[in-house]
């Protein structure tokens, strides 16, 4: 069974940082993308960042460009989520998601409170 789990979330001030962390289970991750989305409340879910399989192909959505920052470990098959200057608009659940490629997401985390004081 494929499984998805997030940590790191929480409450800081804003212009602080955290780091979100998402293991993966249950199969090779290896070659599939990984990414982060986020809601918040009262708002659609959108796409944040993702990595590529070989994690050489990185995107991220233009609010977080320049503060945000993708990783993943294939050894460990984990990626990470780097944020930076964080601002109280970036409040929302952070969920980890996997797929084929960068486009197209089949399996998702729980998600991860991050809640940013202004």
């Known amino acids: 069974q494929v499984k998805l789990v997030e940590s790191g979330g929480g409450l800081v001030q804003a212009g602080g940082s955290l780091r979100l962390s998402c293991a993966a289970s249950?199969?090779?991750?290896?070659?599939?993308?990984m990414g982060w989305f986020r809601q918040a409340p009262g708002k659609e879910r959108e796409k944040v960042a993702a990595?590529?399989?070989?994690?050489?192909?990185?995107n991220y959505a233009d609010a977080v460009k320049g503060r945000f920052n993708i990783s993943r470990d294939k050894v460990e098959t984990r990626i990470y989520l780097q944020m930076n200057s964080l601002k109280h608009e970036d409040t929302a659940i952070y969920f980890c998601?996997?797929?084929?490629?960068?486009?197209?997401?089949?399996?998702w985390g729980q998600g991860t409170q991050v809640t940013v004081s202004s």
């Open positions: 998601t996997a797929g084929p490629n960068i486009r197209t997401w089949g399996y």
């Open positions: 990595i590529s399989g070989t994690g050489d192909i990185t």
């Open positions: 249950g199969r090779t991750f290896g070659n599939n993308a």
